[in-house]
């Protein structure tokens, strides 16, 4: 038998997000989405993975606290002073980021413009370096 929380969900491409309404519309579609996949399931690691337009990812979840963790890929490290900028939050030193929930409005509308695709993540496990 087959793990469903390993399988992927179907990229689907970016669609400009161009108000504060917008976004949290979005952000409630896939908190929805999102919900019907993990279900009652007690899971780590869940929350969304953003394609960029410029190469790389960021997977972005959320801890118990409500905390923004940002998993930036290094192929998207070009990204780092836009993540920055937007949250005024200064870079960590790996490529994890923890950020504080009430940046997510403007992180998003931040990497608006450069998004390429999203889809789902029921399963992530933050790659820490070294």
């Known amino acids: 038998m ?8 179907p990229e689907h491409p970016w669609i400009s997000l161009e108000t504060i309404q917008d976004v949290e519309a979005w952000m409630d579609l896939n908190d929805r ?12 690691g869940h ?4 394609s960029l337009s410029h ?13 923004l963790l940002l998993d930036v890929t290094p192929e998207a490290e070009w990204i780092t002073p836009v993540i920055s900028a937007t949250t005024q939050v200064a870079p960590p030193r790996g490529q994890i980021w923890i950020l504080p929930q009430y940046v997510l409005l403007q992180l998003i509308l ?3 413009t450069l998004v ?5 993540v029921v399963r992530h496990e933050f ?4």
């Open 127 to 130: 790659r820490m370096r070294k």
């Open 116 to 120: 390429a695709s999203s889809r789902l």
């Open 47 to 50: 929350g969304i993975c953003f």
């Open 55 to 67: 190469g790389g990812e960021i997977y972005l979840h959320t801890n118990s606290d409500g905390d």
């Open 2 to 9: 087959i793990d469903k929380s390993l399988i992927a969900t």
């Open 110 to 112: 931040g990497l608006n």
């Open 33 to 44: 989405e999102l919900q019907q996949l993990i279900g009652n399931k007690a899971t780590v």
